[in-house]
């Protein structure tokens, strides 16, 4: 079960695992875009003769090096929360590298400034929104905002040789189109207001994705506290709830808070344990208790009941709560005959108790450990019943609110019984079948 400190949030190693898987697979889109490269310039030298800086297939190299190294330390001892932010800072600031320093064409002259107009800031868009796959808004901000800074390093860089430099706010008003040629093909043309444009909507898209970084952290969280809460039903109501049962209760949680139901209580005993046990080692009357005890559990799940505990060599279920049930005093009949005969395969004599009315029922304990119960006269009844029947001699007693449900001619009735604890005399009805002696 999963227990979270008031004000944080559950199982946060849920989250960290799914970081890790997410930056395992930006390394693989990655690798990818790298590999996308390589073919790109690769076919370009082919098809159209241009030869590429033969600094670019080292660069690309490099960069699936560093991405492979980072892969394999993700979620080992060796992985450190930096290294994430290292490789996109390394990653960004080696494209805006390129920009800044790598000559478009070996051996010429050419101003560095015209690879920001021959290429463009959409080399560091595939960076930023690979970083939404770690999960992380902050990366995606720290990748946003290196990739800005070194975009505008590199084109800082790049005009920092040019002796004079022109921008469209060297046009004068009226310019014709041979002016707007002129300003825009000559190569000392920077367009400062285009690096502005391009890296504020960079900076506006690293929000927006940051943003939906966020949102889809708190979706998975709250899955998570509702994969917990599902957890602790589970937990609080046992092992034995088959998956049908425990679906509605996950349905349905306030199941379990505390309240008032009307419901039919089971309490069954095994007849003459301690003789049993008598000359047995001790671990086969546990293995053969748990094995009886483990049937009785199914039955009574089978029939849409749910145990409440159990008493030793017996156990205590309830119909009605917290599963609805249309006829809890039927189905806890049709309970106790398949317990008479799971108790005779496994060798046993039991008693049971049946009682019917409305119960106080709900889970109770302490923040650390809680655990469903019922409690109230209607309990109490079903116990003093599973406790007269072996006064009787018979194997299922059960009060006149359960026997009111049923057909008179499947019951005998034994008429006002005085049952130990009650101060006046109740009802009591039997199903017509003997205790074996």
């Known amino acids: 079960m999963i227990q979270t400190p008031a004000g944080e949030l559950p199982d946060t190693s849920r989250l960290l695992r799914a970081e890790q898987r997410g930056l395992r697979l930006a390394i693989i889109c990655r690798t990818l875009v790298v590999g996308a490269a ?7 030298w082919v098809a159209f003769g241009f030869y590429p800086n033969p600094l670019v297939f080292g660069v690309l190299g490099a960069f699936t090096a560093v991405g492979i190294a980072h892969a394999a330390v993700i979620g080992t001892r060796f992985d450190r929360w930096w290294m994430k932010f290292a490789i996109y800072t390394v990653d960004i600031l080696g494209i805006c590298a390129v920009f800044a320093f790598l000559p478009l064409v070996q051996g010429e002259a050419v101003p560095q400034i015209l690879a920001f107009r021959a290429y463009g800031i959409y080399y560091l868009f595939p960076l930023v929104a690979m970083a939404t796959l770690s ?12 990739a800005v800074a070194g975009w505008f390093a590199a084109f800082f860089v790049a005009i920092s040789d040019l002796e004079t430099t022109l921008s469209w706010s060297d046009l004068t008003p009226g310019a014709s189109r041979a002016d707007y040629e002129a300003l825009f093909l000559s190569a000392n043309f920077i367009g400062r207001g285009n690096r502005i444009e391009e890296t504020g909507f960079l900076m506006i898209a690293t929000l927006i994705l940051a943003l939906a970084v966020l949102r889809a952290r708190r979706v998975f969280m709250a899955q998570v506290a509702a994969q917990a809460e599902r957890e602790q039903i589970a937990a609080t109501l046992g092992r034995y709830v088959p998956e049908a049962i ?24 095994i007849a003459g344990f301690t003789a049993y046990s008598a000359g047995r080692m001790p671990t086969e009357v546990i293995e053969n208790l748990n094995d009886f005890l483990s049937g009785c559990a199914e039955e009574v799940s089978r029939h849409d009941g749910v145990v409440i505990q159990f008493t030793g060599d017996g156990l205590m279920a309830s119909f009605g709560t917290p599963i609805d049930s249309a006829h809890p005093e039927q189905a806890a009949v049709a309970a106790s005959n398949a317990l008479i005969a799971e108790a005779g395969e496994a060798g046993f004599s039991i008693r049971i ?3 019917a009315g409305q119960v106080a029922a709900g889970s109770i304990g302490s923040s650390d450990r809680q655990a469903f119960t019922v409690y109230g006269d209607t309990v109490n009844r079903a116990a003093r019943l599973e406790a007269q029947a072996k006064v009787l001699g018979r194997s299922v007693l059960m009060d006149a609110n359960v026997a009111d449900r049923l057909s008179k001619d499947d019951l005998v009735s034994l008429g006002p019984q005085h049952l130990r604890g009650l101060a006046d005399p109740i009802p009591v009805f039997a199903l017509p079948m003997q205790m074996p002696d």
């Open 353 to 355: 108790g049946l009682a």
């Open 135 to 146: 999960l992380s808004p902050r990366l995606v901000l720290w990748s946003g905002g290196v």
């Open 246 to 269: 425990a679906r509605r209760l996950i349905d349905d949680p306030s199941a379990l808070v505390p309240q008032e139901r009307h419901a039919a209580i089971l309490v069954m005993d």
């Open 38 to 44: 390589f073919l790109w310039v690769g076919s370009s």
